[in-house]
């Protein structure tokens, strides 16, 4: 924080200001909005001198070009820390949540969409020019290193985690075969190599400006496209891709040649690529590092394949697609069920692992919070125990507050679940969540499955609504799951 005031107060001579922290990036650099009277800037302290060196470099560059990037207003001598302009805090991410959360992008949406791939040539075309890739860290090309790199990032991060069975040997002559693929393809453009909302700044007056460059090199510029436009969690229809995509090369004509069909057959490999590569982040963050926002994410990335390959296989890679083909119903959203049946789903989870994926795609159900009952986790004599263990539930039913609880989820689920029965619908969730996913998660949950299980078990009504519901528990953190009815 000194240097930051330091560097601050000898750039603008200003001496009454606020400092306050930003939320944190994907990297380690920390941000900091400077307010004073009649304006603020931006602070970032970095703790990579060769990051914060490209970064500047890069934005310098493009400034000269007359690119939208932000200025960049100071920097300390030791080159750590820089101060630029406040763009302010709206990103691309956040104007089209709407459209991203509902699946739907409204005409407005849309139009800022395309108004960001229709800039992405600029960056890549002009901004190569006079550019020294030298510069750029850690890698200065698109080369078969990186490639390789990515893609086992992929076999050992998702793939190997996933427990499916594969043949390694075939495996990695797939992988050769798309890296010489991809590398056809390179060329002297800049590569920005994180080209997604987040990184796309709306100022207050409305304009883009463009962030976090500091990762790209020289290489092929389908990779932006597909990071964009294949990003997982932004669910863009096909016609959407299809609008962008178009966009963009209507966009990218101005600064070359463009052969359509052969760019478009490009571009679906660097789609695999990417998507390959995405997995891999995800299976380290989530499964490694049991991060929830990356394990939920990666069902959409599996939207992504089955879309890529339900519009035509590869054949050149003759294990690899088969190998995705197995991963995707496993990992991915299920596709809408026709049988008629509900099914029903209870889980019990530790808050600190996070609320389970509905891989229904539907969004999920109903999220109990147990954590207002008393733990009996606290207590030495059931620590070891679980909600499944006798003493613990003799525990639990001598508390007033868990009748009460019990009765009033069991209510709630029975009338969802009747509504759910006349509307045909086909997935229902309910969640029990406590602090370790041990105890009273456990007993909630195994109390709602017992109670459906009597209710929709012995029905015998018209519309045989026993046969119409399927009911299924599963202790995520005990690993233990069962048909309940």
Same mark, same amino acid.
């Given at each position: 924080?000194?240097?930051?005031?330091?560097?601050?107060?000898?750039?603008?001579?200003?001496?009454?200001?606020?400092?306050?922290?930003?939320?944190?990036?994907?990297?380690?650099?920390?941000?900091?909005?400077?307010?004073?009277?009649?304006?603020?800037?931006?602070?970032?302290?970095?703790?990579?001198?060769?990051?914060?060196?490209?970064?500047?470099?890069?934005?310098?560059?493009?400034?000269?070009?007359?690119?939208?990037?932000?200025?960049?207003?100071?920097?300390?001598?030791?080159?750590?820390?820089?101060?630029?302009?406040?763009?302010?805090?709206?990103?691309?991410?956040?104007?089209?949540?709407?459209?991203?959360?509902?699946?739907?992008?409204?005409?407005?949406?849309?139009?800022?969409?395309?108004?960001?791939?229709?800039?992405?040539?600029?960056?890549?075309?002009?901004?190569?020019?006079?550019?020294?890739?030298?510069?750029?860290?850690?890698?200065?090309?698109?080369?078969?290193?990186?490639?390789?790199?990515?893609?086992?990032?992929?076999?050992?991060?998702?793939?190997?985690?996933?427990?499916?069975?594969?043949?390694?040997?075939?495996?990695?002559?797939?992988?050769?075969?798309?890296?010489?693929?991809?590398?056809?393809?390179?060329?002297?453009?800049?590569?920005?190599?994180?080209?997604?909302?987040?990184?796309?700044?709306?100022?207050?007056?409305?304009?883009?400006?463009?962030?976090?460059?500091?990762?790209?090199?020289?290489?092929?510029?389908?990779?932006? #496209?597909?990071?964009?436009?294949?990003?997982?969690?932004?669910? =863009?229809?096909?016609? &959407?891709? +299809? @609008? *962008?995509?178009? $966009?963009?090369?209507?966009?990218?004509?101005?600064?070359?040649?463009?052969?359509?069909?052969?760019?478009?057959?490009?571009?679906?490999?660097?789609?695999?690529?990417?998507?390959?590569?995405?997995?891999?982040?995800?299976?380290?963050?989530?499964?490694?590092?049991?991060?929830?926002?990356?394990?939920?994410?990666?069902?959409?990335?599996?939207?992504?394949?089955?879309? #890529?390959?339900?519009?035509?296989?590869?054949?050149?890679?003759? =294990?690899?697609?088969? &190998?995705? +083909? @197995? *991963?995707?119903? $496993?990992?991915?959203?299920?596709?809408?069920?026709?049988?008629?049946?509900?099914?029903?789903?209870?889980?019990?989870?530790?808050?600190?692992?996070?609320?389970?994926?509905?891989?229904?795609?539907?969004?999920?159900?109903?999220?109990?919070?147990?954590?207002?009952?008393?733990?009996?986790?606290?207590?030495?004599?059931?620590?070891?125990?679980?909600?499944?263990?006798?003493?613990?539930?003799?525990?639990?039913?001598?508390?007033?507050?868990?009748?009460?609880?019990?009765? +009033?989820?069991?209510?709630? $689920?029975?009338?969802?679940?009747?509504?759910?029965?006349?509307?045909?619908?086909?997935?229902?969730?309910?969640?029990?969540?406590?602090?370790?996913?041990?105890?009273?998660?456990?007993?909630?949950?195994?109390?709602?499955?017992?109670?459906?299980?009597?209710?929709?078990?012995?029905?015998?009504?018209?519309?045989?609504?026993?046969?119409?519901?399927?009911?299924?528990?599963?202790?995520?953190?005990?690993?233990?799951?069962?048909?309940?009815?």
């Amino acid at each position: 924080m000194d240097r930051i005031q330091s560097l601050f107060e000898t750039y603008s001579g200003i001496r009454e200001y606020r400092i306050a922290p930003l939320p944190a990036s994907g990297g380690n650099r920390q941000y900091f909005r400077i307010a004073w009277d009649s304006g603020s800037c931006i602070a970032a302290a970095g703790t990579s001198i060769l990051e914060n060196s490209t970064f500047i470099y890069l934005d310098r560059h493009f400034s000269r070009l007359g690119l939208p990037v932000p200025e960049i207003l100071a920097v300390s001598d030791d080159g750590m820390t820089y101060i630029q302009e406040d763009l302010g805090d709206m990103t691309l991410f956040d104007m089209v949540a709407a459209g991203r959360m509902s699946g739907i992008y409204s005409q407005e949406e849309k139009a800022q969409l395309r108004a960001a791939v229709e800039i992405l040539p600029a960056f890549q075309y002009i901004g190569a020019s006079g550019l020294d890739f030298s510069k750029c860290r850690p890698i200065s090309c698109f080369d078969r290193t990186s490639v390789m790199f990515d893609l086992n990032y992929f076999k050992y991060c998702f793939l190997k985690p996933s427990g499916v069975e594969f043949d390694e040997t075939a495996l990695e002559e797939d992988f050769r075969r798309l890296c010489d693929r991809l590398l056809l393809c390179c060329s002297e453009n800049f590569q920005y190599r994180d080209f997604q909302g987040r990184n796309i700044m709306i100022t207050p007056a409305g304009d883009m400006k463009f962030i976090d460059f500091q990762g790209g090199r020289m290489g092929p510029v389908h990779y932006d #496209l597909a990071a964009f436009v294949w990003q997982a969690r932004a669910r =863009y229809s096909p016609e &959407l891709k +299809e @609008e *962008l995509t178009e $966009a963009y090369i209507e966009a990218q004509s101005h600064y070359a040649a463009v052969r359509r069909k052969d760019f478009l057959t490009d571009l679906r490999q660097f789609v695999l690529f990417r998507t390959l590569q995405v997995l891999g982040a995800y299976g380290f963050r989530g499964m490694f590092e049991r991060k929830p926002h990356f394990l939920e994410s990666i069902p959409f990335a599996m939207d992504n394949l089955r879309e #890529l390959l339900s519009c035509g296989t590869f054949p050149e890679y003759p =294990y690899l697609c088969p &190998l995705l +083909e @197995e *991963l995707i119903p $496993a990992f991915g959203h299920r596709t809408p069920r026709r049988d008629g049946v509900l099914l029903v789903r209870i889980f019990s989870f530790s808050y600190k692992k996070g609320i389970p994926d509905d891989r229904s795609g539907n969004g999920g159900g109903y999220v109990f919070d147990c954590r207002g009952v008393p733990n009996p986790g606290r207590l030495s004599e059931y620590r070891e125990l679980t909600g499944l263990d006798a003493p613990v539930m003799e525990f639990l039913k001598g508390l007033p507050e868990t009748e009460e609880f019990a009765k +009033e989820t069991e209510a709630l $689920a029975i009338r969802h679940i009747d509504n759910y029965l006349k509307r045909g619908f086909t997935d229902l969730m309910f969640c029990f969540g406590c602090t370790g996913g041990r105890h009273r998660s456990v007993y909630f949950a195994e109390r709602l499955a017992d109670s459906l299980a009597v209710k929709y078990g012995n029905r015998t009504d018209a519309d045989a609504a026993s046969k119409r519901i399927s009911i299924s528990l599963i202790h995520r953190e005990q690993n233990l799951e069962r048909k309940v009815l």
